[in-house]
């Protein structure tokens, strides 16, 4: 099965982001996917206290929400999630798994809500339908055989507070920490680096903050694309003459101009606004050695303000009473010169000093980041970097500043907050003996990338997916695709069929659950779900929709059925009462953790939500040091072999087009890049293109420059030139992943570091 697809078109797109171009993708997939006029009112829900939060991406949800509070592309997601289109049991007939195998993850997912649970039928090659009772006795029983130490629960981030609760309580009840979860891949260099600088592994910015802020910087987050909504304020902000300055290798439209498309005279007059007001393309992996150079010049000529006795440019009072390793940071930047800084950066000495004044000049600075800046082999590094800079100025912990990461899925952060997590330190192990009476795992749990090496070696037997496509988001896609297949069991609970459905261990299962968008009936009613925003403030939600098939059940169900059929009775823990009532999750929550979820149940629909504590945002230092801490980096590259690679080496990142979520393939469109009709691109930059002897349009074969004897190759790329810094390409994930080595991750976080992979374009093959 092939895409029906037109001749792609690449030509630069002169539109903002937001406006007309906005208005018509959507209609078009609101139309694609058979949605009816009831759709848009559908919409008018869409992050409203009193309706269901996006599943799309996590931005804040405002305490007085515009009449259409969502973008886009979280309209496109709910029209992907409330599609007319079924794929259920007359669908599995028809199509082998061998033929799915061939489709595209866009194909896959098309084709509609999975509606019945379905087991794989080795004798056919189909999955055919099972009953929920059998699907869950049948993995019971084999759970109940193997160790616990060798099965894998993974997460994706978006399953609400209450089914995340309930989730990783039962992998500790059945034994195992082995809790891997999105965030692996995406913002765990937070969690670590934002832990050890500041002491509160989250941003310690809320919305508020940017309506008094008179600075933002940006690090590699695409806004326009993947938190469009967080438009609404930088667009306030620059019409307070607030500046922005991005540090970015594309030029991204969101990050340039934007035209508000629920804005009547904006639309009419065409007019946008201007984002940024000085644009950085930095290289990738460059942003130690820039924001190196922008502490070398602060700290420079902090001193000599101090000698001639000017004004100071470095919060002195603040470093001296809240900060630790201030000198040893300072010596750090004086022993860099700025050839070198120049070069590692791919930035001008004037560009970085002209950055560096603006940031002098603000009193209050928000850090705003994302991928460009964690998926890294020094992406812990590289956010305490950005630490570092804020807290030369005392940029942490105050009204108008701080930091901002933005994360991803709906829920990631709040999923760590209830205990998904494989680092036992990091849940409360003591507290969760004390409610259920079970002595809880200790060990340290499997993340991500050890998940993948522990299927890899054969010693994981057994995968269980709350949601996601873990295939194909993580690394090394052809080892991992071959070795999943020698795993007992694979069971996937999700929404749309994807590539993890058809990669399978011996014994296989979809387990299909109810959107966060359709109504989730129980004994004692309608219920509720919760779920954390990239702000920290926690918001209800409720389905509005009828569900898609009546064989559909909802995430906490499928989590109590499998626990139930797994583990042996614990009168401590009413499975069932719990999911009779999800206000009973909630208090079992509270009484977890009763300082972050004080009446959660009494404030969930409060307009803003609930706020949770953030200590580092009161400047309450929970590090070591009982400060927050400087960080001197062990060099500027967030790449270290990046220097002493051959002229002929690329870095390659790994990218979001504007129409994906994640593995999520909307449509073959990338407005914004200019790209129409195709996702099989790399973006190179003019110079390298003629350097290395190619042409513009011409297909070519990328292929990883590993020195493990593996070779990863991905083949018949189109070549577009295009606006990106010598030495990096670009092109888009998940369809690059094969490139990636399983070994190529933070050193810290082990974040698979999806932006600068070494590789060398080579003519196609045949
Ligand atoms: N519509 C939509 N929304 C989404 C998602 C989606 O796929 N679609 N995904 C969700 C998820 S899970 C996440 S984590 C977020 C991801 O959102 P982002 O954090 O924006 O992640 P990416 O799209 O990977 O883009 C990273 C940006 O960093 C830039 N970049 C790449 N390398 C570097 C570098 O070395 N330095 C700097 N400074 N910049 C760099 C790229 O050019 C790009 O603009 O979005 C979430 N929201
Ligand atoms: N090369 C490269 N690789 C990357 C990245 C990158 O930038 N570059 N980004 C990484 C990042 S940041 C992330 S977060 C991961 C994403 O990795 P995942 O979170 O594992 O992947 P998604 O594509 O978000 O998962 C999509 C699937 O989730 C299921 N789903 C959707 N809604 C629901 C629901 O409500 N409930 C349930 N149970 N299932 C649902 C659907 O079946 C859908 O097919 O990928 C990572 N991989
Ligand atoms: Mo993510």
Same mark, same amino acid.
């Given at each position: 099965?092939?895409?029906?697809?037109? /001749?792609?078109?690449?030509?630069?797109?002169?539109?903002?982001?937001?406006?007309?171009?906005?208005? !018509?993708?959507?209609?078009?997939?609101?139309?694609?996917?058979?949605?009816?006029?009831? #759709?848009?009112?559908?919409?008018?829900?869409?992050?409203?206290?009193?309706?269901?939060?996006?599943?799309?991406?996590?931005?804040?949800?405002?305490?007085?929400?515009?009449?259409?509070? =969502?973008?886009?592309?979280?309209?496109?997601?709910?029209?992907?999630?409330?599609?007319?289109?079924?794929?259920?049991?007359?669908?599995?007939?028809?199509?082998?798994?061998?033929?799915?195998?061939?489709?595209?993850?866009?194909?896959?997912?098309?084709?509609?809500?999975?509606?019945?649970?379905?087991?794989?039928?080795?004798?056919?090659?189909?999955?055919?339908?099972?009953?929920?009772?059998?699907?869950?006795?049948?993995?019971?029983?084999?759970?109940?055989?193997?160790?616990?130490?060798?099965?894998?629960?993974?997460?994706?981030?978006?399953?609400?507070?209450?089914?995340?609760?309930? =989730?990783?309580?039962?992998?500790?009840?059945?034994?195992?920490?082995?809790?891997?979860?999105?965030?692996?891949?995406?913002?765990?260099?937070?969690?670590?680096?934002?832990?050890?600088?500041?002491?509160?592994?989250?941003?310690?910015?809320?919305? /508020?903050?940017?309506?008094? @802020?008179?600075?933002?910087?940006?690090? !590699?987050?695409?806004?326009?694309?993947?938190?469009?909504?967080?438009?609404?304020?930088? +667009?306030?902000?620059?019409?307070?003459?607030?500046?922005?300055?991005?540090?970015?290798?594309?030029?991204?439209?969101?990050?340039? &101009?934007?035209?508000?498309? +629920?804005?009547?005279?904006?639309?009419? %007059?065409?007019?946008?606004?201007?984002?940024?007001?000085?644009?950085?393309?930095?290289?990738?992996? #460059?942003?130690?050695? $820039?924001?190196?150079?922008?502490?070398?010049?602060?700290?420079?000529?902090?001193?000599?303000?101090?000698?001639? #006795?000017?004004?100071?440019?470095?919060?002195?009072?603040?470093?001296?009473?809240?900060?630790?390793?201030?000198?040893?940071?300072?010596?750090?930047?004086?022993?860099?010169?700025?050839? %070198?800084?120049?070069?590692?950066?791919?930035?001008?000495?004037?560009?970085?000093?002209?950055?560096?004044?603006?940031?002098?000049?603000?009193?209050? *600075?928000?850090?705003?980041?994302?991928?460009?800046?964690?998926?890294?082999?020094?992406?812990?590094?590289?956010?305490?970097?950005?630490?570092?800079?804020?807290?030369?100025?005392?940029?942490?912990?105050?009204?108008?500043?701080?930091?901002?990461?933005?994360?991803?899925?709906?829920?990631?952060? !709040?999923?760590?907050?209830?205990?998904?997590?494989?680092?036992?330190?990091?849940?409360?192990?003591?507290?969760?003996?004390?409610?259920?009476?079970?002595?809880?795992?200790? /060990?340290?749990?499997?993340?991500?990338?050890?998940?993948?090496?522990?299927?890899?070696?054969?010693?994981?037997?057994?995968?269980?997916?709350?949601?996601?496509?873990?295939?194909?988001?993580?690394?090394? %896609?052809?080892?991992?695709?071959?070795?999943?297949?020698?795993?007992?069991? @694979?069971? +996937?609970?999700?929404?749309?069929?994807?590539?993890?459905?058809?990669?399978?261990?011996? $014994?296989?299962?979809?387990?299909?659950?109810?959107?966060?968008?359709?109504?989730?009936? +129980?004994?004692?009613?309608?219920?509720?779900?919760?779920?954390?925003?990239?702000?920290?403030?926690?918001?209800?939600?409720?389905?509005?929709?009828?569900? *898609?098939? $009546?064989?559909?059940?909802?995430?906490?169900?499928?989590?109590?059925?499998?626990?139930?059929?797994?583990?042996?009775?614990?009168?401590?823990?009413?499975?069932?009462?719990?999911?009779?009532?999800?206000?009973?999750?909630?208090?079992?929550?509270?009484?977890?953790?009763?300082?972050?979820?004080?009446?959660?149940?009494?404030?969930?629909?409060?307009?803003?939500?609930?706020?949770?504590?953030?200590?580092?945002?009161?400047?309450?230092?929970?590090?070591?040091?009982?400060?927050?801490?400087?960080?001197?980096?062990?060099?500027?590259?967030?790449?270290?072999?990046?220097?002493? &690679?051959?002229?002929?080496?690329?870095?390659?990142?790994?990218?979001?087009?504007?129409?994906?979520?994640?593995?999520?393939?909307?449509?073959?469109?990338?407005?914004?890049?200019?790209?129409?009709?195709?996702?099989?691109?790399?973006?190179?930059?003019?110079?390298?293109?003629?350097?290395?002897?190619?042409?513009?349009?011409?297909?070519?074969?990328?292929? @990883?420059?590993?020195?493990?004897?593996?070779?990863?190759? *991905?083949?018949?790329?189109?070549?577009?030139? =295009?606006?990106?810094?010598?030495?990096?390409?670009?092109?888009?994930?998940? /369809?690059?992943?094969?490139?990636?080595?399983?070994?190529?991750?933070?050193?810290?976080?082990?974040?698979?570091?999806?932006?600068?992979?070494?590789?060398?374009?080579?003519?196609?093959?045949?």
């Amino acid at each position: 099965m092939t895409d029906k697809m037109a /001749e792609p078109i690449i030509a630069p797109y002169d539109g903002p982001a937001g406006g007309w171009g906005s208005a !018509g993708s959507l209609a078009e997939i609101l139309t694609r996917e058979q949605i009816p006029l009831s #759709g848009a009112a559908l919409l008018m829900k869409q992050n409203k206290p009193d309706g269901f939060m996006c599943t799309s991406c996590a931005w804040a949800k405002p305490a007085k929400p515009a009449a259409f509070e =969502y973008c886009e592309n979280g309209a496109k997601a709910t029209a992907w999630e409330q599609t007319a289109k079924r794929v259920g049991p007359d669908f599995f007939a028809r199509h082998s798994v061998t033929e799915l195998l061939t489709w595209t993850d866009y194909a896959l997912e098309e084709k509609g809500r999975l509606t019945h649970p379905m087991r794989y039928d080795p004798g056919t090659d189909h999955y055919v339908p099972v009953t929920w009772a059998e699907a869950f006795s049948q993995i019971g029983t084999a759970l109940r055989g193997l160790d616990p130490a060798s099965v894998v629960l993974y997460t994706s981030g978006r399953a609400a507070l209450e089914t995340s609760y309930m =989730y990783g309580l039962f992998a500790r009840l059945y034994g195992t920490n082995n809790l891997p979860d999105s965030s692996n891949m995406c913002h765990e260099p937070t969690s670590v680096g934002l832990k050890a600088s500041i002491g509160s592994p989250v941003g310690t910015t809320v919305l /508020e903050d940017f309506e008094s @802020t008179d600075l933002i910087l940006f690090f !590699g987050q695409n806004v326009g694309s993947n938190a469009p909504r967080m438009l609404h304020p930088l +667009q306030d902000a620059r019409k307070r003459r607030v500046p922005i300055i991005t540090f970015n290798p594309l030029r991204e439209r969101g990050l340039e &101009r934007f035209t508000n498309p +629920q804005s009547v005279v904006e639309m009419a %007059t065409r007019t946008s606004t201007e984002i940024s007001t000085q644009y950085l393309q930095v290289k990738a992996g #460059g942003d130690i050695a $820039a924001i190196t150079a922008m502490c070398k010049w602060l700290i420079e000529a902090d001193r000599e303000a101090e000698r001639v #006795g000017r004004p100071r440019l470095l919060d002195a009072a603040f470093i001296a009473e809240h900060t630790h390793g201030f000198s040893a940071f300072a010596a750090f930047c004086d022993g860099q010169d700025w050839a %070198t800084l120049e070069a590692r950066s791919g930035l001008t000495r004037s560009a970085l000093e002209a950055a560096a004044t603006v940031y002098a000049r603000a009193r209050a *600075v928000i850090g705003v980041y994302g991928m460009g800046l964690t998926q890294h082999r020094k992406g812990t590094e590289a956010v305490q970097m950005l630490v570092n800079l804020m807290l030369l100025r005392g940029n942490v912990g105050r009204p108008g500043a701080g930091l901002c990461p933005v994360r991803g899925h709906s829920n990631v952060q !709040g999923q760590r907050t209830v205990g998904i997590t494989e680092k036992p330190e990091l849940a409360p192990l003591d507290r969760l003996k004390d409610l259920y009476g079970f002595e809880p795992p200790r /060990e340290k749990g499997l993340n991500t990338v050890e998940a993948c090496e522990g299927i890899l070696d054969r010693s994981v037997k057994a995968f269980i997916g709350l949601g996601g496509n873990f295939v194909r988001a993580i690394p090394d %896609t052809v080892r991992m695709e071959e070795a999943w297949r020698h795993m007992d069991l @694979t069971v +996937q609970i999700s929404t749309k069929l994807n590539r993890s459905h058809l990669i399978n261990g011996a $014994a296989a299962y979809i387990l299909p659950c109810l959107g966060r968008i359709e109504v989730d009936a +129980q004994a004692s009613g309608p219920q509720a779900v919760s779920m954390e925003d990239s702000t920290s403030c926690f918001h209800g939600s409720r389905g509005v929709t009828q569900p *898609v098939s $009546a064989e559909v059940r909802s995430e906490p169900w499928i989590v109590a059925e499998l626990a139930k059929a797994t583990l042996t009775p614990n009168p401590k823990v009413d499975w069932d009462g719990w999911v009779g009532d999800y206000a009973t999750v909630r208090a079992a929550i509270e009484a977890t953790y009763p300082d972050v979820f004080k009446d959660l149940e009494g404030r969930m629909f409060d307009p803003g939500g609930l706020r949770k504590p953030v200590p580092a945002r009161a400047r309450q230092w929970e590090t070591p040091t009982g400060k927050a801490n400087f960080v001197v980096p062990e060099g500027l590259d967030e790449n270290p072999d990046m220097p002493k &690679r051959h002229a002929d080496v690329l870095d390659l990142m790994t990218l979001r087009s504007n129409d994906q979520f994640n593995t999520t393939v909307y449509g073959y469109d990338d407005r914004f890049r200019g790209v129409k009709g195709t996702r099989t691109i790399l973006f190179m930059n003019a110079d390298d293109i003629d350097r290395l002897g190619f042409r513009d349009g011409e297909s070519v074969d990328v292929r @990883t420059e590993a020195h493990d004897g593996i070779e990863r190759v *991905v083949r018949g790329l189109r070549i577009v030139a =295009y606006g990106i810094p010598p030495g990096n390409c670009g092109g888009y994930y998940p /369809e690059l992943n094969p490139l990636i080595p399983l070994g190529h991750h933070d050193e810290q976080a082990m974040t698979p570091a999806a932006k600068a992979i070494p590789v060398r374009i080579v003519r196609a093959g045949p």
